[in-house]
């Protein structure tokens, strides 16, 4: 029995094949189900360097007298 353990350890130790569908089974079916849904919530245009996208634009206002927001008192250190 201790022998085809030390067997069954070796070749998974050294044949990379092996070794690549332990992981497959174990770890690559829940990979690619993320990839795959990662890929699908991303799928907005793609962007070019210096694109700029705007997704809101908001309604004009009919306060046009607006200047400014609040004032803040500050203290200059030196």
Known sequence: MF??????ILVIAFVPPVRRFLFWL???K????????????????AK?????????VP??????GF???QYVDYEEVE
Request: glycine share 12%; charged share 40%; aromatic share 4%.
């Open 67 to 69: 200047k400014g927001g």
């Open 30 to 45: 829940e990979m690619v189900k993320e990839q795959k849904k990662a890929n699908n919530s991303g799928r907005t245009e």
């Open 3 to 8: 022998k085809i353990i030390f067997v069954v």
């Open 48 to 56: 070019r360097d210096g694109q700029i996208n705007v997704d809101y």
């Open 26 to 28: 174990i770890v690559g």
């Open 59 to 64: 309604k004009e206002t009919k306060d046009k």
